[in-house]
């Protein structure tokens, strides 16, 4: 049963749970307004008689990174895909969200992160050679990245829910190809055939 608690002008909510190591905790959230704190509550008390009511914990995105990783890359991902999404969370995804809580990661939060990153010049190293700006690719990687580690959070009932599939996921805009035409590719025969070696 959570109780609310009004101190300094704001309005708390007061429960108690168990952490992962079964020890009662008691937890305090605030809030500006009483309607916030009633919605709160309902929630916790909802959750808690369900059975699904997930304790509050410190977990930042980089810590969970390295976990999820540990128990699933290890696992699911070639040795090529390893390395892609380590270069992928080191580049652009713990200098934007890493210190933040698991928990805090919302679709709001989401989404100020995309457009955050769309708008940065990321410098990589052996990539010199281009202007650093976040790709619609990269971005649509990170998603699909985000939304994995996420639904695995969700899975392992560190998170309530999975954030990311709330969120529409950036769209990859392909470059347009050029089709060659019945004179392009005789020419480019003709060339070739003047590098066969007889």
Known sequence: MATINKRNGKYCVVYYYVDVKGKKRQKWETFDSIS????????????????SFIPPNTDTVESFLDTFIELYGYQNWSVSTLTRNRSTIKYYILPYIGKKKLQDIKP????????????QSVIRPMRSNTDGKVTSYILKSVHKLLNCAFGCAEKW????????????PPKHEYA???????????RALGTMSRFKTT
């Open 176 to 186: 347009k190809k050029e089709i060659w035409t019945s004179e392009m590719i005789s």
């Open 108 to 119: 709001i939060v989401i989404e100020k992160y995309y457009r955050n990153l769309k708008e």
């Open 157 to 168: 009932e560190l998170i309530a829910s999975n954030p990311f599939k709330k969120v529409t």
């Open 36 to 51: 916030e704190a009633k919605a709160r509550k309902s929630i916790v008390e909802a959750e808690t008689a369900k059975g």
